[in-house]
């Protein structure tokens, strides 16, 4: 017998997620698995009861949120089965909840929202609001992902060509219970590229370069790269503070869809954004409005 708790504590013990995951998988656990299951038998656990659990659920989270909380209990399942075959291999489709709510308006920034958190940072005593403003204006210009932004060096960005070069990303690991700095590839190899800047952003990076002595851009006072969830949780106190909803991932996603709906050509934000196929783009970054239908059925006169 082996206790879902005792389980969950083997999967973290040696696992190469990132910081960032391993926190939001545990909190799900505490909250959610633990309290129902910690005491009871991996082996015992069905689908059924993972499925009338997760159903439950339905009433008080979207959907985005019920699948990361079944992604934290899937995790635990297949690092104890050792990712062998077993019936608790399942899929959160298969699992076929009905009643989910689903964000089909994905949330942007818009321009007065992105300049109060920019003047924020920018007027901010903190000793990394610099940085953090920095941070926000390359994510606005280019939609690269956090990791990429603080993963960046002077190397990478040449500014007579307006390029900068993505070919890597960096993040914090829990190994042997320290909390470790690691840099890696990009996400995929697709997300290795060659993205352009426009003027605004070359104008606020030769600034910013004239400022930075070492060759990585962001770094705290230990001369150590800042963590993405530093930068996350000043963005969340300023926005919880203006009783704003505001994520850094967001301004990804306003960058992409701001491109598409002035017309831009979906491969060449497909390849901006490092993703491997346009299909990817067209489902996270398209969305149909009302009045995209009526523009549609009002052509015909």
Not at 44 to 52: L, Q, S
Not at 57 to 78: H, P
Not at 197 to 226: A, H, M, P, W
Not at 252 to 263: E, K, P, S, V
Request: hydrophobic share 35%; net charge positive; aromatic share 10%.
């Amino acid at each position: 017998m082996i206790a879902l708790e005792e389980a969950a504590h083997k999967a973290f013990d040696y696992c190469n997620l990132s910081y960032r995951t391993v926190e939001i998988y545990q909190g799900y656990l505490n909250k959610i698995w633990l309290p129902l299951w910690g005491n009871k038998d991996i082996n015992c656990i069905t689908i059924t009861d993972i499925r009338d659990e997760l159903q439950d659920l339905t009433d008080t989270y979207s959907a985005s949120t019920i699948k990361m909380i079944f992604n934290s209990l899937n995790f635990v399942i297949r690092h104890t089965y050792n990712n062998k075959k077993t019936t608790l291999f399942i899929t959160f489709k298969s699992l076929r909840l009905y009643n989910l709510k689903f964000n089909t308006k994905e949330k942007l920034i818009n321009i007065t929202d992105y300049e109060e958190l920019l003047n924020y940072l920018k007027n901010s005593r903190s000793k990394n609001a610099s940085i953090y403003a920095m941070v926000i204006q390359i994510a606005r210009y280019t939609g690269l992902r956090l990791g990429e932004i603080l993963a960046l060096t002077k190397h990478d960005i040449n500014l007579e060509e307006n390029t900068i070069i993505i070919n890597k990303t960096v993040s914090q690991r829990t190994v042997n219970d320290k909390i470790v700095t690691v840099i890696s590839p990009p996400k995929t190899e697709s997300s290795n590229r060659t993205i352009y800047v426009n003027r605004v952003l070359q104008i606020n990076l030769i600034n910013y370069l004239s400022t930075i002595k070492e060759d990585t851009l962001f770094t705290d006072q230990y001369g150590e790269y800042i963590s993405s969830c530093k930068v996350s949780a000043f963005i969340n106190y300023f926005a919880r503070s203006h009783n704003k909803v505001i994520t850094i991932h967001m301004l990804r996603h306003t960058f992409a869809t701001t491109l598409l709906q002035n017309g831009a050509k979906v491969d060449i934000v497909k390849d901006l954004l490092g993703h491997l196929d346009v299909q990817t783009t067209l489902n996270l970054y398209t969305h149909r409005t009302k009045q995209d239908y009526l523009d549609t059925v009002n052509l015909i006169q």
